[in-house]
């Protein structure tokens, strides 16, 4: 089974709305990641988190918020979305000692 | 600041033949880690293959291997025997900060298999 599952799949928002994406892992892993790609960007890191309770800006925090209630659950928070934001969001999970990370499926939100 | 370029946009193959990827990494860390991750056409991401930067041995993982020449700051991925399955999107990637899993990537190298 899939260690990391995503919420929504697939998601279309409007201006200004508010948009949730959540993420779910069963790895126990401590650390969990916020990735967004874009054609011609590549994957960029947006938030991460070190452990329930804790959340760290990564390259392009800029109209995110994270949240790590668990060591299970990391979501992504899109208080005003933008269509800029339209984008796939991956979630992923790892551990310090390793460096390799485990993907969720991905989330396609589109902002109109 | 850390960077990581992938020059090969796409690459085409014949199945069974052997392909290698280019990628080279910037730094100013003496300690970094650098990875091999795949992008199938699902958009599943998965992790292939890890080059720790103090080890002098190219990594090996089944028919993936690794040609890690650090002086030239180049870790290229070779894959050998390729099936029609491998064709994805292939992305180089480098810790940054130590082994926190902060990955910085590549903007990805397509790879086609052809029967």
């Known amino acids: 089974e899939a260690a990391v599952t995503q919420s929504p799949r697939n998601k279309v928002a409007v201006t200004g709305g508010k948009v949730t994406l959540s993420c779910n892992q069963t790895n126990n892993h401590n650390n969990m990641y916020w990735y967004r790609q874009d054609t011609g960007h590549g994957l960029r890191l947006i938030h991460y988190?070190?452990?329930?309770?804790?959340?760290e800006k990564g390259d392009i925090p800029d109209g995110y918020k994270a949240s790590r209630p668990s060591q299970e659950n990391f979501s992504l928070i899109l208080e005003l979305a933008t269509p800029s934001q339209t984008s796939v969001y991956f979630c992923a999970s790892g551990t310090a000692n390793t460096g390799q990370l485990y993907f969720g499926e991905g989330s396609k939100l589109t902002v109109l | 600041a850390q960077k990581v370029t992938q020059t090969q946009t796409s690459i085409s193959v014949m199945e069974k033949t052997t392909v290698t990827m280019d990628c080279v990494y910037e730094?100013?860390?003496?300690?970094?880690?650098l990875f091999w991750y795949k992008q199938t056409a699902s958009g599943e991401i998965v992790f292939l293959i890890r080059q720790d930067s103090y080890k002098k041995e190219n990594a090996t993982e089944g028919h993936y291997s690794l040609n890690f020449q650090k002086p030239k700051s180049s870790i290229g991925l070779i894959i050998t025997a390729t099936q029609i399955e491998d064709s994805a999107v292939y992305f180089c990637a480098m810790s940054i900060t130590g082994n926190t899993g902060k990955l910085i990537f590549g903007l990805g190298t397509t790879l086609q298999v052809q029967p």
């Open positions: 730094t100013r860390d003496s300690s970094y880690f």
């Open positions: 988190s070190y452990g329930a309770g804790s959340t």
